[in-house]
């Protein structure tokens, strides 16, 4: 299938410009031109009328299977339940220009069986997908018996750590610090120690594997930066070492800066009252760590943790705003962060990211330059994956 995408204002990533009156060519779902005179005798023509095409956008930070309403411990565990709201989560997804998403935890690790649906090309409507399949946790850890399996002591540590590899996962999950959504646990306390988590990583690493780890406070950071991993979730509460560790080990953050905003919009929506003290806590502290992280030039990427209490899967781009509106990015940088930076943290930047020639033809359309007004990003007017138009208003 050849198609033309006429009259397009592309969004240039990489070089952090816009292509005005473009046209994007793409052939059996490959980018072939980006050009201002193309010959388009051929193709089917998709007249864009002055919209602004960007790349696809990512979210590093979903879990899939949540409905997102209140405790997701309470949810329904039933397969068919999950399987069903995922489906829907993942077409929300397409509505909203998402193109690529990282699940970072879902009961069962049935994620990965999704994950494998729509690669095989059975779920249409859904973004290219990686999988953690289930995390890792301490006994009473966050998101046990939820998302996340407990281990004691370096070898269990490291004996999970290999059967998830084996399992087939993209990414390995740690958790290094309680979580604001799991009862009883404390963001500020350490969870994995170190040498736990180390030998999670030493068996991920040893097969090509990344490792991420949430963490919600300065101690649980250091100790996931000094274990090796590789990209932090959260990193709620940073401080100017740490920050300077990150870019010493060359750390992700995968900063979630969306969550605890959307979060906090549930306190009278059933959000459990312990959530709501913990997220209260910690909301400022995330924005300052951001920023702080950003410009010390941790490399960062776009996660909004939906699936979250009251972090839908319909309005990903809300974490692109908020990194503009409350941490004091640029939309420019929060656009980059979003697209090629995410690409570059998921492995995928060679094929994905950017709208360049030999890339897949994954995209999102938006009515205003989201570059500019990055609240333009929260309306998307058509996806295309795959060169194939999968949604449009
Ligand atoms: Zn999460």
């Known amino acids: 299938m050849k198609t033309a995408f006429i009259h397009a204002n592309v969004l240039d990533v990489l070089n952090r410009t816009v292509l005005f009156d473009h046209t994007v060519l793409t052939e059996d779902g490959v980018i072939t031109a980006v050009t201002s005179s193309a010959d388009t005798a051929g193709y089917e023509i998709v007249d864009l009328e002055g919209k602004y095409l960007t790349p696809g956008l990512f979210n590093c930070h979903i879990h899939v299977t949540s409905t997102c309403e209140g405790d997701m411990a309470k949810q329904s565990s039933a397969p068919v339940d999950r399987i069903l709201t995922a489906l829907k989560n993942m077409e929300a997804f397409i509505r909203t220009g998402v193109t690529f998403v990282r699940d970072v935890g879902t009961p069962d690790g049935i994620a990965l069986d999704l994950r494998q649906a729509v690669k095989d090309g059975r779920i249409k409507m859904a973004p290219d997908m990686q999988a953690c399949g289930t995390a890792i946790c301490m006994t009473g850890g966050t998101g046990r018996k939820i998302i996340a399996t407990e281990v004691d002591g370096e070898v269990e540590c490291r004996r999970e750590a290999r059967r998830l590899v084996r399992q087939g996962v993209d990414v390995v999950k740690l958790m290094a610090t309680g979580g604001t959504l799991t009862h009883g646990t404390k963001p500020g306390c350490p969870e994995l120690t170190e040498e736990e988590m180390r030998a999670a990583v030493e068996a991920a690493h040893a097969e090509g594997l990344q490792v991420i780890s949430h963490a919600e406070s300065n101690e649980g950071v250091r100790n996931a930066i000094r274990a090796g991993v590789d990209c932090i979730e959260h990193g709620d509460d940073m401080d100017e070492e740490t920050v300077r ?110 709208v360049t020639v030999g890339k897949k033809a994954h995209f999102a359309v938006f009515a205003e330059n989201p570059a500019e007004n990055i609240r333009a990003a929260m309306d998307c007017c058509m996806t295309v994956k795959n060169g194939e138009i999968l949604w449009q208003k």
């Open 245 to 354: 560790l990150m870019v010493e080990h060359g750390t992700w953050l995968d900063g979630t800066v969306s969550a605890l905003y959307c979060i906090l919009r549930g306190k009278d929506k059933g959000l459990p009252e312990e959530f709501y003290q913990k997220a209260i806590d910690a909301e400022g502290q995330v924005y300052r760590s951001f920023n702080m992280a950003f410009h010390a030039g941790v490399p960062c990427a776009a996660g909004s943790d939906c699936g979250s209490s009251f972090c839908y899967h319909d309005e990903s781009a809300i974490e692109l705003v908020i990194m503009v509106e409350k941490c004091g990015i640029t939309a420019m940088d929060a656009m980059v962060v979003g697209t090629i930076n995410s690409a570059r943290l998921c492995g995928v930047e060679e094929s994905l990211g950017s």
